[in-house]
């Protein structure tokens, strides 16, 4: 791999604390009913954000011999992950009154199952791939999802969502960035790599906490997953021809 130009990942700033200024559980405005019903889908998010830490625990512990590049991106989405599941647990616990101690202490005892997806870390190179993949659906997915949460109460529900899509554009913008600037000789490549990853997404019946790949749920389906994963490939190969052609 070589860096012809420096990489710095990018990162958004915003407030945790300034968009939860002053928002109490008076002001969700669902019935105990609707937040009963919405309860599944607020954990799955929370959950699936929580398992940032695992994931990046995996690929650090591993010992992958990966660049100081890819781990400046690393460190930069998994602070981000941070905020991300600090908010949703400040919202978890509003909406369904559970203490947030007691939803923190279950996230503890989560336990990443990596041993089906391990295939998809080969390298540097693919772990990059995949998470852009994974990022892309989750910009989407976030998109989608904030009339949901700005219908539980107040309009700093439906913010937090909108500073979550943003993140996960960023996140994804990083890693096709990284991929241009160190990859770029793997263009060929970079179909199959996201075929095998739409391939195990359509295909998994439960997710394990790994973090990526978390779209077992009834709101994706493969052709949502196929679209997501065309629009990755062209958009990686288009910035690799341009780096590859200056």
């Keep these: 791999m ?21 928002v109490s559980a008076a002001e969700v405005t669902c019935s105990k009913e609707d937040a009963m019903a919405a309860e599944p889908r607020l954990w799955l998010d929370l959950a699936a954000e929580w398992d940032a830490r695992l994931l990046q625990a995996h690929i650090v512990e591993g010992d992958r011999g990966f660049s100081q590049e ?17 908010g949703l647990l400040r919202l978890y616990s509003l909406v369904t009154g559970e203490p947030s101690d007691s939803v923190r202490s279950r996230l503890m005892a989560r336990e990443g199952d990596f041993r089906a997806v391990e295939s998809l870390f080969d390298g540097e190179f693919e772990v990059l791939v ?24 107040p309009a700093s529900f439906g913010r937090l ?9 960023m996140h994804y913008r ?10 770029s000789d793997r ?3 970079v179909p199959e790599v ?6 195990f997404d359509e295909a998994q019946e439960e997710y394990r906490a790994t973090f990526v790949l978390d779209h077992a749920t009834d709101q994706f389906d493969g052709a ?11 958009t990686i190969q288009r910035r690799m021809r341009r780096h590859l052609d200056r």
């Excluded at 969502?161 to 554009?169: G, M, Q, S, T, V």
């Design 130 to 153: 995949l998470l852009a993949y994974d990022k892309a659906m989750s910009t989407a997915g976030y998109g989608e999802d904030i009339p949901f949460y700005r219908s539980l109460g």
């Design 2 to 22: 070589s860096m012809t130009t420096t990489y710095v990942p990018r990162q958004r700033q915003w407030s945790l604390e300034a968009l939860f200024e002053g």
């Design 174 to 183: 990083n890693a096709v960035e990284l991929l241009v600037l160190a990859h």
């Design 224 to 234: 949502r997953m196929e679209r997501v994963g065309a629009s990755v490939v062209r």
């Design 194 to 199: 996201v075929a095998r990853a739409v391939k």
């Design 70 to 86: 890819f781990h400046a991106f690393l460190r930069v989405w998994a602070e981000d992950e941070e905020r991300h599941t600090e």
């Design 187 to 189: 263009l060929a490549e």
């Design 161 to 169: 969502l909108r500073e979550l899509k943003n993140d996960e554009a």
